[in-house]
C-alpha cells in the first residue's frame, strides 16, 4: 500500500516538474507526457534500467524477431524458441550489436538458450526471484522492442497450467456417406486452406485411413500436434486429389471467429502447453516475446513466453525458465 501511495504522490510532483518546462497553452500535454510518458516510467526508477540493461532484442535480416533475457554476465540469452528461429544478431541498450549462436533449445517448454559471440564477461544480466507472489494482483514490468522504455501493467489472472491444444486443419465438416466427410467449410488463411482444401470436398482418406465418419476424421488429427503435417485424399468433382496439411493451432485458427480476437492484431502461434503460467497485461507485441518479466524490485520473475490477445499475454515462472541457465552453470 505504502508504493501505491507514493506512486501517486510522485507522479503529480513529477507532473508538476514538467507542466514548469511546458509553455503550451495548457490545453494539451504534449505526446511525450502522455501514456507511458515520462513521469509514469521514472516512478519506476532502478526497475526500469535493470529491464532495459538485461534486455535485448533479436534480429533476422534486421527484422525484429523476437526479445530476449541476458541471463548470465558471459552473454547467454533466453528466449522463446518458435520465435527466434534464425536469430542471427542481438542488439542492447546501450547500442552494442553482437553475432549469436545457438546453444541449447527445449521445445517442451518453447524456450532458447543463445549466446552472444564476445570476449565479454560482464554483460548486465537478471536476477531471478522464484518467490513472486503474482497470485495475487502485482505490478509487473517489461522493456519495449526499441529498449528505450518499459511498459507497465499488472498480473491479472492466478498461476496455472495451460494444456495441450492439438492441430488442426481448419475445416468445418458436415454430411457423412459412403464416399467419406464433406467440408462444409474451409476457414480462410487456415491450414487447409492454403494447402488448397476448398468448401465441398469429401475427405475420403486422413494419412491413408479411410473415413466415413466427422469423429474419425477429429480423433486422427487432434492426435497431432501444431506443425505437424496430415495426407488427405478428397473427391471433388468425381475427381480424387491429394494433399499434405501442414496443421495449425486451434485457437490461432478459430479466433478468426471471434470479434474480440480479431482487434488484437498478431498473436504468437504457440500459445498452449505449458506447464506453468503467469497472466498480465502488459500491451506487448508478439515479437516482444521471449523477454524478461520483472517485478518492481527488478528481479525477473518470468519470461514472456505468448501473447495470446491483446489484453493478455503468458510467462513462464522464473522456477521453470531459470532452470536451463541453471544447467548451464552446471
Known sequence: MKFFLSLLVAIPLLGEIEQQDYNGSGTTLPLKYRLNGKSTQAAFGKAKHTALAATAKLTRNDKLIAMGAIVSPEGYILTKASSCVGARLATLANGEIYQLRIKKRNEDLDLALYQMISDKKDFPYV??????????????LSAFTELDEIRVGITSGKKREIGREGGVMGVILGNESKEGV???????QAAADKAGLRNGDIMKKVDGRTVRKRDQVVNLVSKKDPGDVVTVEVLRKNKSMNYRITLGHRSVTFDLFNRNLQMSGPVSKRKDNFPLIIQHDLPLPKEAMGGPLFDLE?????????????????????????????????
Open 127 to 140: 536476477s531471478w526471484n522464484e518467490k513472486n507472489a503474482s497470485d495475487q494482483v502485482s505490478w509487473v
Open 182 to 188: 464433406r467440408v462444409t467449410e474451409v476457414v480462410p
Open 298 to 330: 527488478g528481479n525477473c520473475i518470468g519470461i514472456n513466453i505468448a501473447r495470446v490477445d491483446r489484453v493478455t499475454v503468458f510467462s513462464l515462472p522464473a522456477r521453470i525458465a531459470s532452470k536451463m541457465t541453471t544447467d548451464l552453470k552446471k
